[in-house]
């Protein structure tokens, strides 16, 4: 079986041409004064630093990876000048602040199509397999992918790709450049532009809304919608409920995992980091620039501010300030959940029986 080629590179690029991308400077192995051929040498891949050879490009930003950096074979590497006498004299050295950011940039420049998920079918147009409305309004240059649904009245704007067996509700809107992977589903919702959201995701469904009587639960309508501002994207799996009295709404530019439950009436600002398998309850508030570690959950009615952290696994059971940390069930400040873990584990070694 051949080895498939998913991601194939735009084109080549030059150890230059990289470097002024990631504002990066360039040296020879070991911090040596670089050679003029050395600033025209090839890119043509990544890699990690031990899996490298000549043509690829690495980073290295952390000392848990030495034993890698000693491996490198790559022909260059991004690092930090601290970090330039662990470099093979082999390999040339792109001096940055920070590593990581610069095998971003240059990534994206060398594989553009990994942006952002395409069309399954590498099709262009409707596919005579979907099924569209005749209400539906689509702007020149949408793609629908085979068993994609779309009701009436909804408008998809102009470069959004619709994936196989989509289902966009009636009268959803979703705006310009997006993508709609595979199997979503959406209704009840407004979708801003270069929004991304994967597979399996489900956005518009009832919320979680029941009045406990003596002859059981009974069913509370949910009429809000689903807003999803720009430059969002949702992992896959991950569902968002529909508001019951008023919108739940996503802020510009947050980024939700894979497997995250957000409850109906939720608001979450703008650049929050919501990792897999978090869940919102019902009618929480969340400040721009939070950060949710995974599992986290956050009960009912409560506000996190502005910059706050919660790290994985935390309960929330009130109200978080604007730029704490907290961790724990039920979450506390961080420092003091890690020194009571920290007394926990030292009386539990303390003494042992004879």
């Known amino acids: 079986m051949s080895a498939a080629d998913f991601f194939p590179l735009a084109r080549p690029a030059s150890l230059d041409e990289i470097a ?3 504002g990066a400077e360039i040296r020879g192995g070991s911090g040596r004064s670089p050679s003029g051929e050395l600033a025209s040498a090839l890119i043509i891949g990544v890699a990690p630093l031990d899996w490298s050879k000549p043509g690829d490009l690495c980073f290295y930003d952390s000392p848990r990876y030495r034993k890698a950096l000693s491996e490198c074979r790559a022909t260059a590497c991004f690092l930090r000048a601290r970090d330039l006498a662990q470099l093979p004299t082999s390999v040339a050295a792109l001096v940055v602040d920070d590593p990581q950011r610069a095998m971003t940039l240059a990534t994206a420049h060398l594989f553009p199509d990994a942006l952002r998920p395409a069309s399954l079918f590498r099709s262009s147009g409707v596919s005579p397999g979907a099924v569209v409305d005749p209400g539906a309004r689509l702007e020149p240059g949408v793609i629908v992918d085979p068993g994609a649904v779309i009701g009436p009245g909804a408008e998809i704007g102009a470069g959004t790709i619709i994936g196989p067996l989509a289902v966009i509700g009636p009268q959803v809107r979703v705006g310009r450049d997006c993508s709609i992977g595979a199997h979503v589903s959406l209704t009840h919702a407004l979708i801003g532009d270069r929004v991304v959201i994967h597979p399996g995701a489900r956005l518009g469904q009832d919320g979680f809304g029941f009045v406990a009587t003596r002859q059981g639960y009974l069913k509370t309508p949910q009429i809000g919608r689903v807003i999803v501002q720009d430059d969002v994207e949702i992992g896959a799996n991950a569902t968002i409920d529909r508001g019951a009295s008023r919108d739940t709404i996503i802020g510009e530019g947050t980024k939700i995992d894979n497997l995250v439950q957000i409850g109906h009436n939720v608001v979450i600002g703008r650049f929050c980091a919501i990792v897999a398998q978090s869940g919102i309850a019902g009618s929480c508030e969340i400040g721009d620039f939070v950060a949710l570690g995974g599992q986290s959950a956050v009960a009912g009615h409560l506000t996190i501010g502005e910059g ?47």
Do not use: C, E, N, W
């Open 20 to 22: 002024r991308i990631a």
């Open 308 to 354: 706050a952290a919660v790290a994985a696994k935390s309960g929330v059971m009130r109200d978080v300030p604007a730029g704490q940390r907290v961790g724990g069930a039920p979450a506390r400040p961080l420092r003091r959940f890690l020194r009571g873990a920290a007394l926990v584990d030292r009386l539990a070694r303390k003494d042992k029986p004879t």
